[in-house]
DNA sequence: CTATTTAGACAGTTATTCTGACCATACCGC
DNA sequence: GCGGTATGGTCAGAATAACTGTCTAAATAG
């Protein structure tokens, strides 16, 4: 008896990992729109994801942990100010520095996009179940934990 | 007696993806790189993802597939074409349209890139395990066949 | 107190993507 | 087989997102 071919779609590594980043990608920024974020793009996230909430940062740490130039951060730090995300002040401990620090509006920023996140995570358990789901974050966090000092070609960078 | 506190890192949800991949693409450009391939970009691969390799396609069909414009797209096939990876003819069933077809240098990119994710996944397996590795693949599997038709602001984009 | 390092700013460049306006060819209805 | 519409592709211009290189001012180490 012959076997029916199942054709098992192996998908690319790349495909993997960069499909569903991609789709999440553009989900939260549809959803960003409508919640009034309208202005926000996805360089930002460079920047709210590393700054510290309630000190704010040096534009020198956020480039350093973010993996680009001092230059590029100050672009995209300058473009937060002008809408209204961040506001830079002095830096008490340092008079040749300044801390970019969030604004109410950044703050809320902040945590709509944190919430989206939970709800986007929530979203994809009800599609692939939430056993999956677990399984899935387990996985990926064992994954993100193991990858730190792999390549010479460094690796901590995104959109 | 009082439990030890175990802080079981809870990764965002966007951390989860965007970091595995960041890290995939910095490792894969720098072995490019070291290939003989230094001159091919991230923007580039959104050509030859979807290109039909021994056909060719035309700029309209690969700018659709990727999810960009023909303009966008027309600017990527250029500069491969200029790098040698890519060469334009003319396509016989249409005398409007022209078709982007692979060179023999850029055949063997795709060939190289498909071997190095092959690469990659072995690596990642090596850090967390083959049965994880397995899991992994399916439990990713599943999400990006769960993916499609989600949302009206579009995702089928990515870097 | 001087030399070095660090924080940031300024200038210029390149890459990647978009919109809008076009042109030429193909195809469809009559 | 002609006229209108659809399709493939191009040109021009702009915005965004990074980069390198250079420079000033303040802080810190000896």
């Given at each position: 008896m012959d076997e029916i071919e199942v054709p098992v779609r192996r998908l690319t590594f790349g495909a993997l990992f960069r499909e569903p980043y991609a789709h999440y990608l553009g989900w939260l920024y549809a959803r960003l729109q409508e919640r009034g974020?309208?202005?926000?793009?996805?360089?930002h996230s460079a920047v709210l994801r590393t700054?510290?909430?309630?000190?704010g940062s040096r534009v020198t740490t956020l480039a350093e942990r973010a993996g680009m130039t001092k230059q590029s951060m100050a672009y995209l730090v300058d473009s937060l100010v002008e809408l209204d995300y961040l506001e830079i002040v002095p830096d008490p401990d340092d008079k040749r520095a300044k801390l970019a620090r969030l604004t109410r509006r950044g703050r809320k920023l902040v945590a709509t996009a944190g919430a989206l996140g939970a709800e986007y995570e929530a979203l994809l358990a009800g599609r692939i179940g939430a056993d999956e789901m677990a399984e899935l974050r387990r996985l990926l966090t064992i994954v993100v934990d193991a990858l730190p000092g792999w390549t010479p070609g460094e690796g901590g960078e995104d959109k």
């Open positions: 974020f309208p202005d926000i793009r996805v360089a700054i510290d909430a309630e000190r």
